[in-house]
Structures are given as C-alpha cells and as structure tokens.
C-alpha cells in the first residue's frame, strides 16, 4: 500500500513564499505520476501541478503556472511543491497524489491520496 504523507503547510501573507513537501513510501521514479492537488471551502478539488516521467512531464494549473514549481526527489522519495508570490485565493488544503503511469491533472485518474496540508494566505 503507497502511503503518501504531506509537510510544510502554514500561514504567510499575502505575497510570501511555503515549500510542501510530500514523502512517498515508495520511489516516484518515473513510472510514476506524483501531484499536487487543492481544495477550498465550497470549491472542486482541483489540480496544481504534476511531474512524470512520460511525455506530459511537468504540468501547471494555468492560474499557478509562473507562480508554483514541482520536483522530486528519486533518493529522498519525496515530491516537493515550491510556491511564491502566493495569494489569498491560493489557501486551501492541498493533497498529494499518486497514480502509476502517465496520467493528466485531473482528479479522477489518481487513487492514491494523502491526507492534505492546509495553506493559509493572509491580505
């Protein structure tokens, strides 16, 4: 069973910069697609970011795109999400996801969650 654990959520005002974090049980190597998806109050959950290692490579929600950056790290088997310049519409709970294979940024395709690192951007 893959067990996906998220760190690094908190609070920063507007315009400040988190790092999350997410430790894979297993190495994200590239038969893997490892993601970043966020939900707030009243709202879909929705996709931010995604790195495999097929064609798609690195994918961006258009509204992060500039903003947000994903790597991982083969040896440390962790995913991390680099976000700056953040604003209040970027707060939510945001989910680390798996799914083997190349797959979109779309929810319906992972089925491997953990349980999310809440993000809080003050005006």
């Known amino acids: 069973q893959v067990q996906l654990v998220e760190s690094g959520g908190g609070s920063v005002e507007a315009g400040g910069s988190l790092n999350l974090s997410c430790a894979v049980s297993?190495?994200?190597?590239?038969?893997?697609?490892m993601a970043w998806f966020r939900q707030s109050p009243g709202k879909e959950r929705e996709g931010v970011a995604s790195?495999?290692?097929?064609?798609?490579?690195?994918l961006f929600a258009g509204s992060v795109k500039g903003q947000f950056t994903i790597s991982k790290d083969i040896n440390k088997k962790t995913v991390d999400l680099q976000m700056s310049n953040l604003k209040p519409e970027d707060a939510g709970m945001y989910y680390c996801?798996?799914?083997?294979?190349?797959?979109?940024?779309?929810?319906?395709?992972?089925?491997?969650w953990g349980q999310g690192a809440q993000v809080t951007v003050s005006s």
């Open positions: 996801a798996a799914s083997q294979g190349s797959v979109p940024l779309l929810r319906r395709w992972y089925d491997i």
């Open positions: 790195i495999d290692g097929g064609f798609r490579g690195a």
């Open positions: 297993v190495v994200p190597d590239n038969t893997w697609t």
